[in-house]
């Protein structure tokens, strides 16, 4: 591969004179073509928590063995702890040898310090020197992405030069035990200056990144016309999923094996008109934090680039965003993801046809569908096992909490459908184990870890340990209840169906109805009232989806149907009695 890269840089740079370099032209159909079938091709498929050992693993400088670090810029992160990395900036032209968010010494994260420079001609290695030593007295593990993005800046305008530079620098910085190198390209960049360009080689590079954002407007232009939204995937076409495969495609055809990070990335929340992106911004949020792991295990960290930042231009900034903020938090608290420098992930998602045997825990295997059908944001998901419904979510990672007590042990068939499209898996059920295609094999089952609790640290969800008590039945549930503004949320459809009411929802409207005798009761998510029979009180909360269950105060929900309540803190216990 080395000799490859060598010889593409040596064909590519001959004729390079005068600090000029031309560029050869692209065959425009061509790329159009290749782009169009990377946006409209259909990602549907079944994961499950695998083993960690499944994972892909290169041994390199500061790579984990399975998982993925989830961080964000340090000023920014606050809300969010704990996270596993901080993200960081350093300015060559500004001589700077301290980064704008120093690395705290109490805090057990990774550092990716993003050292910007924008010439070549600028690099000075007694700085660069003074800086790398002056890093080193933090004694962190660091990422040091230098001269990054070069596809897309005039840091690419002379390839050789580039590459020369980036080595010099590689060699410096590996002279640092705890540091790592990363080479790290802009994912779309300009098209006519293709990754290979730029590539120092592998012995330069401990692992490749790129810049990653998903814009609604190319160049912040509202009327982008359609050919731009897809040679650049923008608009309808920003799918982080989608926005990686052209390097993922590099990667491949070059025979680079390196582990892989979004090294800053982000989705457009808003931009400086006063455009609201909710809708189009939240599903690729998900799919970014989400799907990307599920599809490419071989990415190790993810970098939210959570900045508010002035000017023109779209912005990524979701502090200020309750339903943004909460999409990151239920992510980044999945157990796959590295919260700490020398954490150990629970799981990494694997395809269900993997052949790995499953272990139930409390009787549940979590199952999570990737489902993707272009221009189809809206899409849901439903489970079936022997062509029975089981379960029907419509927010991505389309999460079906599986009950394998529910099916007999042998042979059955899970399906699951979207967008019109179906696919069966065969399952084969023994005691608390379960296997996709094949029989589990019981004597390699170990009972898995409990799941991590919600992060005690975030600003809306709390881990309460709340107990639960209907007629002086303690009763169990697969979303445990939640704090929110200090009011107790409970799931509507458990608490109703223990108390025998019908339930019935919308997907259209997002509403949920139970019937009880001559009581019907109703509560649409994101509404701050709930109707009996057709009266309206306030609620406390507005209802609200976690972890694809309706979450609801439970005084209203109880006392909707006649029942009392009350609360116990000292054993944070909530009775209902009717």
Known sequence: ?????????????????????????????????????????????????????????YGAKLEPRAGTYIGMIGEQSSPFQPLGSCLTYMEVPLRQTEPYYPPSPTDNVVTMVGWNTYS???????????????????????????????????????PDKYVQVFRNVANMIHEYPNFAVVWSPNDMGALDRPFEYYYPGDEYVDWV??????????????????????YFMTGDYAWATNKIKPF???????????????????????????????????????????NVIMKYPQIKMINYFNNPMSGHGEHYYITDYPESAN???????????????????????????NG??????????????????????????????????????????????????????????????????????QLYKRGNAMCFGKEPDLSAIQAPAAPNPPDNTAAVFEDVGISVLL????????????????????????????????????????????????????ITIGDNKIYRNGEADKLDVPAQLVNDRTMVPARAVAEAFGAQVDWDGDSRTVTINE
Not at 32 to 55: C, H, I
């Open 209 to 230: 990144g790129i810049s990653c954002y998903m814009t609604k407007y190319f160049t912040n232009e509202q009327n982008t016309k359609l050919v731009d939204s897809q």
């Open 356 to 425: 790995e045997t499953l272990a139930a825990h409390d009787g549940i295997v979590k199952l999570y569908t990737l489902a993707y059908f272009a221009n189809r944001p809206d899409v849901a998901v439903t489970y079936k096992i022997d062509g029975v419904w089981i379960h029907e979510t419509n927010s991505i990672p389309y999460i079906c909490n599986f009950d394998i007590n529910s099916i007999t042990d042998g042979e059955h068939t899970l399906t699951i459908e979207a967008a019109g499209q179906s696919k069966r898996y």
């Open 327 to 353: 999409i990151f938090k239920e992510a980044a608290a999945n157990g796959a993801y590295l919260r700490s420098a020398d954490a150990a992930p629970d799981f990494v998602f694997s395809p269900a046809n």
């Open 1 to 57: 591969m080395k000799k490859i890269i060598s010889a593409i840089l040596s064909l590519t740079l001959f004729g390079v004179a005068a600090g000029a370099y031309n560029f050869p032209e692209p065959d425009w159909g061509a790329l159009l073509r290749e782009r169009k079938t990377m946006e409209t091709s259909t990602d549907f498929e079944l994961y499950v928590e695998g083993n960690t050992e499944s994972a892909p693993y």
């Open 471 to 522: 007629k002086g039945k303690k009763l169990s549930f697969d979303q445990p209840p939640i704090i929110v503004d200090g009011r107790t949320l409970l799931p509507l459809r458990a608490i109703f169906e223990a108390m025998a009411a019908a339930v019935d929802w919308d997907q259209d409207t997002k509403t949920a109805t139970a019937r009880r005798g001559r009581v019907t009761v109703e």
């Open 248 to 290: 993922m495609k590099f990667l491949s055809d070059y025979g680079i094996q390196k582990p892989v990070m979004i090294s800053e990335g982000g989705v457009a929340r808003y931009n400086s008109f006063g455009d609201d992106y909710t809708g189009w911004h939240e599903p690729r949020l998900r799919n970014m934090l989400w």
């Open 120 to 158: 070549m001609d600028d690099v000075d290695y007694d700085y660069i020197r003074a800086a790398l030593d002056n890093l080193s007295k933090y004694n962190k593990p660091m990422f040091i992405r230098f001269a990054n993005e070069m596809n897309c800046s005039n840091l690419g305008d002379e």
